[in-house]
């Protein structure tokens, strides 16, 4: 699965797992399997609020955009994705997402 991900200001946190053409965003399974090559499936159709593009199908992969919570401390990585531009290839297992936040530094 080809994922790009779009940073969005948010309060809920995000987890997403692949397996093969379903991905599970916060413990819900969207399946892609019925998606033929060539299909496009409008993300209006999808009932999820982490999906921010179109879902397709294109040399036998899936291709999708992810929003990217994170909130107001978040690091330039999580803000500024390299895979805003370029997506990521997950064929299996937890989408290595940038944090969420930057945790606050210790004063001793």
Do not use: Q
Request: charged share 15%; aromatic share 4%.
């Amino acid at each position: 699965m080809k994922i790009k991900l779009s940073p969005n200001n948010n309060a809920s946190k995000l987890t997403a797992v692949v397996s093969g053409d379903v991905i599970t965003l916060n413990d819900i399974a969207l399946d892609f399997s019925p998606l033929g090559e060539g299909d496009v499936l409008p993300a209006s159709a999808i009932n999820s609020p982490w999906i921010a593009s179109d879902v397709t199908r294109v040399g036998g992969e899936i291709s999708l955009t992810l929003c990217l919570p994170h909130g107001a401390n978040a690091p330039h990585e999580t803000r500024f994705p390299a895979a805003f531009d370029v997506p990521i290839t997950v064929m299996a297992g937890p989408v290595p997402l940038p944090p969420y936040e930057t945790e606050p530094e210790v004063m001793a």
